[in-house]
């Protein structure tokens, strides 16, 4: 079991940047690839970024290229979402998961966190 818990959501201006944390409980943080996946008002849960356990390589949609990069600190069974150059249209609840493989679908997560809130204004 891993429980998963984010933080760092906040508002901020179009431009700007914040750092989402995703704290995970439980001894095998370490074997699970962790993304980061976003939901918009209306709209459905999409894959934003993946790490794999290692840290070694990371995935992003092309959406957040370029912009967002996504890290893991395995010692203090964390992973992060640094998110730069923020844009209206990515506001949304941000959630990160767990997931045994590498992928980009939510139904290959096993484990998920309750979200925290990004709201991105012009």
């Known amino acids: 079991q891993v429980q998963l818990v984010e933080s760092g959501g906040g508002l901020v201006q179009a431009g700007g940047s914040l750092r989402l944390s995703c704290a995970a409980s439980?001894?095998?943080?370490?074997?699970?690839?962790m993304g980061w996946f976003r939901q918009a008002p209306g709209k459905e849960r999409e894959f934003v970024a993946v790490?794999?356990?290692?840290?070694?390589?990371?995935y992003y949609a092309d959406s957040v290229k370029g912009r967002f990069t996504i890290s893991r600190d395995n010692a203090k069974n964390t992973v992060y979402l640094q998110m730069n150059r923020l844009k209206t249209e990515d506001t949304a609840v941000y959630y990160c998961?767990?997931?045994?493989?590498?992928?980009?679908?939510?139904?290959?997560?096993?484990?998920w966190g309750q979200g925290t809130q990004v709201t991105v204004s012009s």
């Open positions: 998961a767990a997931a045994y493989g590498l992928g980009y679908k939510t139904n290959e997560y096993d484990y």
């Open positions: 439980g001894r095998t943080f370490s074997s699970y690839a």
């Open positions: 790490v794999t356990w290692s840290g070694s390589s990371t």
